[in-house]
């Protein structure tokens, strides 16, 4: 079963992120603002990668004298969701 998440972006063009997850593999993904040629490569790229691959490979990347990017917020928002579906399975 699929999971979405809308992810609300800080100190980026793109405003929001929107995520459908399965299996922790992203099945699908939607940038709200931003470049949208960057976004609609990153797209391209992530879809069918586990979560865990994807945020590893994207956290801590920089655009210009910004501290974050728009592939280290998705990251972090992924990250977040790990973190979470960890906790949940705990309690």
Known sequence: MSEIINYQ????????????IENEIIK???FLGG????L?????????MNIKEVSAKLKGILCGNK?????????????????????TLVN
């Open 28 to 30: 699908d993904i939607e």
């Open 40 to 48: 609609q490569g990153i797209k391209t790229l992530v879809i069918g």
């Open 35 to 38: 470049c949208q040629g960057n």
């Open 67 to 87: 501290p974050t990017s728009c592939p280290d917020q998705l990251a972090t928002c992924l990250l977040e969701y790990i973190e979470y579906k960890a906790k």
């Open 9 to 20: 972006t800080k100190g980026t063009c793109c405003k929001q992120i929107n995520i459908e």
